[in-house]
């Protein structure tokens, strides 16, 4: 119920009135806002999106908490964000081939579908016994976030809307993906993160990811 009201409160602001084209970004939201309008449509959306992850679990895990450390985890994050990347995924303006043959694969409702079934599960509580709270590179980390991260994902790393909730991330997925923006090998070099980590160091990365994987 706390999880579903959360998405309420995210998406109701999203709603836009006027006339769109099928399949657009806005469609899609329009689409989402529209099941979310209904509570028993919401939860029926949300029940269809769990029996649609069958693929989807085998890296990011039947509620969307990833089973491999290379791979983000889905639950809790912002269900527009995860929408929009979806249908980035079905156009091929992100480049990942499992992901775009399984975009294609699925019709708009079970895209809208998916990504709600997603957001509505919580993110478990990430492994600390390998963190010391008390290290100078969870200190670093913590400076970094609030100086670097935080204007756009938030203090509590929830992110908005359109920008993605990092606060629980796998250790090895942020700094993979820091890596691939600093270095500009990842699949969506254009994004403002690339300006963001050529500035930073390699300590530095790996220090903001020590403090994300702790955030929940």
Do not use: W
């Not at 156009?91 to 992901?99: C, E, L, Q, S």
């Not at 100086?147 to 994902?153: I, L």
């Amino acid at each position: 119920m706390k999880r579903i009201m959360l998405l309420l409160k995210l998406i109701m602001p999203l709603l836009i009135t006027t006339a769109v084209n099928a399949d657009s970004i806005e469609d899609l939201t329009l689409k989402m806002g529209q099941k979310l309008g209904d509570y028993n449509v919401l939860n029926e959306s949300i029940t269809r999106g769990g029996m649609r992850v069958r693929l989807c679990q085998y890296c990011h895990g039947k509620d969307g908490n990833s089973v491999k450390d290379n791979i983000p985890n889905l639950a809790a994050q912002n269900p527009v964000y995860l929408l929009t990347q979806f249908e980035h995924f079905r156009t091929g303006h992100r480049k990942n081939r499992v992901m775009n043959d399984l975009a294609k694969g699925l019709t708009t409702d079970e895209r809208v579908n998916i990504a709600l079934y997603y957001a509505s599960r919580d993110v478990k509580a990430p492994d600390l016994l390998k963190v010391n709270k008390n290290s100078v590179s969870y200190h670093n980390g913590l400076k970094l976030y609030k100086n670097v991260c935080s204007n756009c994902h938030g203090m509590n790393g929830y992110g908005k809307e359109t920008l993605p909730r990092i606060a629980g991330q796998k250790f090895k997925f942020v700094t993979t993906t820091l890596r691939a923006y600093k270095n500009k090998t990842g699949t969506r070099p254009s994004s403002v993160m690339t300006n963001v980590a050529t500035a930073l160091s390699e300590q530095d990365i790996e220090s903001i990811a020590t403090y994300i994987n702790t955030m929940k």
